[in-house]
């Protein structure tokens, strides 16, 4: 099948920094990927739709600012976690359905930790 | 609203014994399935889906769903659980012409007993 893949695949970093994280459609083109978040012990949250070539549309509660995603190719988006706390500690999964109804391929995830 | 219910948070079960995992949604159309697993500090896996057809869905390591309309309902099953299926299973959605976006049920968290 399809291979998506993210880097990196964790991060530790200090309160107040940024933080990029990538993820590559590595054998098709991805017009539109998924950003997830996914807590301890929890289940996986829609942050956002990446669309090629146009701005990410963000769920819900979820701010823009702090989450930049750029979607500047057709094999990679990129989510930058702004002025990193504490509390954006958590795990991201990334996902694309190549444009392809039903057909899904995610991510390893990168573990993200803000001391 | 539309939502995916997972009702079993933590399921403990003996190797060699049949395991189901319950899922609910709520949505106005039948939306596509999916049954995921993950094992801890990875990413996810698809076991099986959904779309249309056969209501009775086959997937990876033994594992199958039934798709129950009447009940909203797909739940996943296997005969014979093996240590190695300790895991997070989620159950998730594709709201219908949503263009890959999911939504997932809370997972239940998979114990198997030696």
């Known amino acids: 099948g399809a291979v998506v893949s993210q880097h990196p695949s964790w991060v530790i970093c200090k309160s107040g920094t940024s933080v990029k994280i990538e993820c590559r459609s590595l054998d098709f083109q991805a017009t539109t990927m998924f950003w997830y978040r996914q807590f301890p012990k929890q289940s996986l949250m829609l942050m956002a739709t990446?669309?090629?070539?146009?701005?990410?549309?963000?769920e819900q509660g979820v701010e823009k600012d702090k989450f930049l995603i750029n979607h500047a190719s057709l094999t990679l988006s990129t989510l930058t976690v702004t002025s990193a706390h504490p509390e954006d500690s958590s795990f991201y999964i990334c996902s694309s359905n190549g444009g392809r109804t039903g057909e899904l391929f995610f991510g390893e995830g990168s573990r993200l930790t803000v001391l | 609203a539309q939502s995916v219910t997972q009702p079993d948070i933590h399921i403990t079960v003996s190797e060699g014994a049949s395991l189901e995992l319950r899922c609910n949604y709520s949505?106005?159309?039948?939306?596509?399935l999916f049954w995921y697993v993950q094992s801890p500090g990875q990413g996810l896996q698809l076991l099986l889906k959904y779309f249309s057809g056969d209501t009775l869905v086959q997937g990876i390591k033994g594992f199958e769903a039934e798709f129950k309309r009447s009940q909203s309902s797909f739940n996943l099953r296997k005969p014979s659980v093996h240590w190695s299926d300790a895991a997070e299973y989620f159950c998730?959605?594709?709201?219908?012409?949503?263009?890959?976006?999911?939504?997932f049920g809370q997972g239940t968290e998979l114990s198997v007993k030696p």
């Open positions: 949505y106005g159309a039948t939306p596509y």
């Open positions: 998730a959605v594709e709201p219908y012409n949503q263009g890959g976006k999911l939504i």
């Open positions: 990446s669309n090629e070539g146009s701005k990410a549309t963000y």
